[in-house]
């Protein structure tokens, strides 16, 4: 899938996690915690949704510091 389309949908699942925030400035590098303002909660909200929108299911507990990483997980775990 493509990276753009990927980061496109990640952006409107967060304007849904967190509809109060402004998302139009983040980019790849952008951290989850201090860029987008994520904190435990809605960073699982965004884990499970992420699973939903894509098919697929985060084993385990990974680690994902930026937006980018989340992007590159889901694009080498689905064949959308």
Do not use: C, W, Y
């Not at 965004?46 to 992007?71: C, H, Q, R």
Request: net charge negative; charged share 30%; aromatic share 8%.
């Amino acid at each position: 899938m493509d990276r753009e389309k990927i980061f496109d949908e990640m952006k409107e699942i967060l304007k849904v996690i967190k509809p109060s925030a402004d998302f139009t400035h983040i980019t790849e590098d952008s951290q989850l915690v201090r860029d987008v303002g994520l904190d435990s909660l809605t960073i699982l909200l965004m884990s499970l949704a992420l699973e939903n929108k894509f098919g697929f299911k985060f084993e385990g507990n990974p680690k994902f510091t930026t937006v980018g990483e989340v992007i590159d997980f889901i694009n080498s775990n689905t064949t959308l």
